[in-house]
């Protein structure tokens, strides 16, 4: 059964779109099997966001989420690498699709509420990062 690494961001959390998540999650068929809220220090989002350190957004990225609370969890189904990207939608607002998690609810890329693994390779990097080795 394949596993993901999906994380309300900070701006998810606040604008208390969390029930929500969690809902289009589990009415998908989706089990979530690890669910946490954290504070999010700086040193586990620049490792978890290490493929874009040498893009211009990194530290603005980093800074809009360090020490506040993200909910991150484990997603657990068939496909659910692919599922979850689709549900999530384009991290351009103006490109996100109505229907998808980004598209109802976001407008701007900076505060696009959610990320999902893009690959199995990421989804076993991200899972360790933010709940150590339980795969
Ligand atoms: O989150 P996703 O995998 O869809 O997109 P990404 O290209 O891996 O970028 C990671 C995150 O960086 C995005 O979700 C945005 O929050 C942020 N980002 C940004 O602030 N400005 C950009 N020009 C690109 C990405
Ligand atoms: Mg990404």
Redesign the pocket.
Known sequence: MERTFVMI?PDGVERGLVGEIISRIENKGLKLIQLKLIFASPDILENH?M??RN?P?FK??VDSMKDKPVLAMVVEGENSIKLMRIM?G??DPLCALPGTIRGDYAIE??K?LI?AS?SRESAVREITIWFGDIL
């Open positions: 961001k966001y493929e874009h893009k957004f603005d990225l999530v384009d991290k890329t900076t696009n990320h893009d």
